[in-house]
Each structure stands twice: as structure tokens, then as C-alpha cells.
């Protein structure tokens, strides 16, 4: 639900920040590990092993199929791409599955309109095994992407210490400083330390990190997403705040298209996504998915809800006995973001709640948006009646305009 009037303004901390000047909105894009792993079985398995053909046909579908146009344009590798260290030490991709290489990748990317992501893991060992970047590395490897002309990292944290991780992260934030290429930085840091203070310093992180991991990987699962929710819920007090333009909390990739999501569940986890200021990675087969869940995914009025320039990240208000549960994010423009979710399992719920309960108290007249039927409702004054779906909705609620579902 989108709202938009005068009355809330949040209050956000001064930070100082990462200032490579990227990510002033969260990162949309597409990532390949949720829905296509380690499958390395090029022989049985040419069309989804990763490999070269697999990121040149994401590529395609981005550019081709409107994606990139409604800002979809991170093409994102992650985990067992390498195929190990030349005599200098050197990164090198797997011959046989990059056989270009990682620069012709990105040059192709770039032609395209897009922006190519890179992953690798401080430590021994990538969390799959592959060779990583252990802290005498990190300055060659960041220089190796920035010669592949690498957009992002996403640097996992797998075999290594908290000792080697306080060091390895901020010294690759100022190696890939250092080589003069803007290269987002991802890090999952704060996910190896239980992501919450005293143990992780989102100061710090704001100011080495674009964006970061706070907690477990999701799967193809509505429990994932919900034990995800609840997680960040729990402590958005902590995380909350944390967030902003250039440096975002990270909940994970978007399952929409896959298979372990309902279509309510798809569509309540874009809402919850989008009032979270999250990135938008989505990781899916885009050769393949369907037009409804690619109508989830490419809602220009949930995007530009996600994309909102003052990047204030959303939080849980209410919390019903009724197992409904409100979201507001603040917007620009005097406009609101609300989500009304449901944790009901029995049916479809006729929810009532006035404006005043959402701590909007001006006598002025609201206009609401349902952000999935575009639907309006004028001249809200006092109640707004809602009929959430299983999963409960999105609202935009504007002073002349909107209410999201
Ligand atoms: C990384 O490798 C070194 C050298 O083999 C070893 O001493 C160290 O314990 C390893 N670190 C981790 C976290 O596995
Ligand atoms: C490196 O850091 C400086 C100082 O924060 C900043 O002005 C500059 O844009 C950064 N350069 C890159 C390539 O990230
Ligand atoms: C957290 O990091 C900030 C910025 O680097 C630093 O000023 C502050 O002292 C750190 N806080 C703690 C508790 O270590
Ligand atoms: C509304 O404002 C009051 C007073 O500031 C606060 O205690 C309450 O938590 C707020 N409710 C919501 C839903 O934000």
C-alpha cells in the first residue's frame, strides 16, 4: 500500500558511508545461485551447468525481455566458477566451462546494457571448495577483476577466521578503491558473525560495504522466507537504521519463479522485498518463467516503490492478533509504502484498520494504490478495508493516490 501525504518523516542517523558513489538505490539484477547452485555437469547438463552459455543467455533474456529497461541490469556469478591460480597466482575461470574468460563475459554484458558480478570467498576456500582469496591475495584478485572490468563483488566468508575476516574486508574495500574501477562491494561478512552487534559493526560495514549479507541463505521454501522475515523483524531496530543509499542490508535473492513458492507467496515476498529496500536479485530461469511471475517481477510501481530515492528501509508497525501483520516504508514525495501480510492459513481475511492505527492522524484526505491490481481508493478519511489474499499485499497510499496490495 502506498500512501503518500504529509505526516511521517523518519529520522535517519548521519553515516558516514562507503563513498564509491554506487548503489544509491538497491542493486537489481540477476544471480545465479539460488536456482542454479554448483551444477558444474557440463557434459549431462550443458544448459545449466554454470558456465559461459549460462550467463550469455541470462544476458540475453535481461536485455531482451524488458528486465534491464526496469532496472534489472546486475548479471551476477557466483560460487564455482574458478578453475584455479596460474604460475603468478592469478585467478583463471574453469577452461572448459569460460572459455572466453571472465572480460570477454563482462564485455558481452556490457554491450548488452548490463553489468557484470563476480564472486569469490576471503578464506582458503570458496564455500564449495574453489580456490580463495586468503589475505595475501586480496589485492591481486581485486586487481584481477578490475582488469576484467568487473561491476561487483560479492566476497563470501567461508574458511577463514573473525580474525581474518576483520582484516580481509576492509582491505579488499580499499583494494578495489585502489584499482580505480567502481566495483560495488557485497559482502557477507556480517552473516559469519551472527550479523547482529557487539560482534558486527554496521558503522564499519556502511562504510567498506555497498550492500551485505546479515543472515542465513535462502531456499526454495516459504519456511526460508519466513524464517527470514522474522529474523530481520526481530532485530530491525538494529538493522533498520542501518540501511540507506550506497549501503543496504541484504535478506537474500528473490525465489519468485521457482518452486517451492505459491503465486501469493510470490507476490508477498516482492512486497516484503520492496518495503525492506532490498536488493532485487532474482534467481530464476528467465528462458523459462512464467508470465505471471514475470508479472511480479516486473511491476513498475513496486520497482519504483523499491527504487525510492531517500532508500529509507521499511519496518513491521503492527503485529494483529488476527496473525496480520502492517509494513510501512517511508517514501518520497509524502508518500508511504504499506504491506499487508497475512500469516493466516485458513483463507483469504477481511482486515479492517484505521488510519489512525497506522499513525496517520491528519485529518486530510488519503488516496490508495493496490501496487498489484492498480487498483484506487479515493478519499480515505478514516478505514481502510482491505480483503488481504492468503499472503496479504502491498499498498501504496498516497495523499491524493494509493494504496498498495
Ligand atoms: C587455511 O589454511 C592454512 C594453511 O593450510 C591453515 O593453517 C588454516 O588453519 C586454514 N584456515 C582455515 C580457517 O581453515
Ligand atoms: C575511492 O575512495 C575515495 C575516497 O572515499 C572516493 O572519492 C573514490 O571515488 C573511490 N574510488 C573508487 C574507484 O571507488
Ligand atoms: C564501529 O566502526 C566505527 C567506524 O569504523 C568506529 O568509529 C567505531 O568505533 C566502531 N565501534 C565499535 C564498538 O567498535
Ligand atoms: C504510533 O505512534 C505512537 C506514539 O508515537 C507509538 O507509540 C506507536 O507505536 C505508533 N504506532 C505505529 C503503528 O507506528
Redesign the pocket.
Known sequence: MLWKTAPLLALVGQVLVLENGLLRRPPMGWLAWERFRCNIDCEEDPENCISERLFMEMADRLAQDGWRDLGYTYLNIDDCWIGGRDAKGHLMPSPKRFPNGIAFLADYAHSLGLQLGIYEDLGNFTCMGFPGTTLDKVVQDAQTFAEWKVDMLKLDGCYSTPEERAKGYPMMAAALNATGRPIAFSCSWPAYEGGLP?KV?Y??LA?ICNLWRNYDDIQDSWSSVLSILDWFVDHQDILQPVAGPGHWNDPDMLLIGNFGLSFEQARAQMALWTVLAAPLFISTDLRTISAQNMDILQNPLMIKINQDPLGIQGRRILKEKSLIEVFLRPLDNNAYALVFFSRRTDMPYRFHCSLSQLNFTSSILYEAQDVYTGGVISGLRALIPIRTPASGFLLTLKSRFGIFL
Do not use: F, R
Open positions: 557487539p559493526n558503522s564499519q562504510e
